[in-house]
């Protein structure tokens, strides 16, 4: 059944939080099929555009928690691909 009382838990986008979980690298699969938890993952980052685009959520309340937020580069020139790169992190550590 359904709680009785409705607990928001979606909150205005901040840039750098982290939008969606995109996929698994491919040789992180292959070699650790059974470890999801050692594999990189390609992520789907909000950036400035999308979180001004989200006009409809409500602000963070200051006693929610905040996201975590993981710093953004320059963007890539026009049809450059960003390699699959970096260490491995756990989902725990994930910001740092």
Do not use: C, F, I, M
């Not at 040789?27 to 980052?45: G, I, M, N, Q, V």
């Not at 001004?52 to 309340?61: G, I, N, T």
């Not at 710093?71 to 260490?87: F, I, S």
Request: aromatic residues 4%; proline residues 18%.
């Amino acid at each position: 059944p359904a709680p009785p009382l409705l607990t928001p838990s979606h909150w205005r986008l901040s840039v750098g939080e982290v939008e969606s979980v995109v996929q698994a690298a491919k040789e992180d699969k292959a070699s650790l099929p059974a470890a999801w938890r050692e594999h990189r993952y390609e992520l789907s980052l909000v950036t400035k555009a999308v979180a001004e685009e989200d006009v409809a959520s409500a602000p963070r309340p200051p006693d929610a928690p905040p996201p975590t937020l993981l710093p953004q580069g320059p963007p890539p020139a026009a049809g450059e691909v960003q390699p699959l790169g970096g260490p491995r992190r756990s989902w725990a550590n994930l910001g740092e």
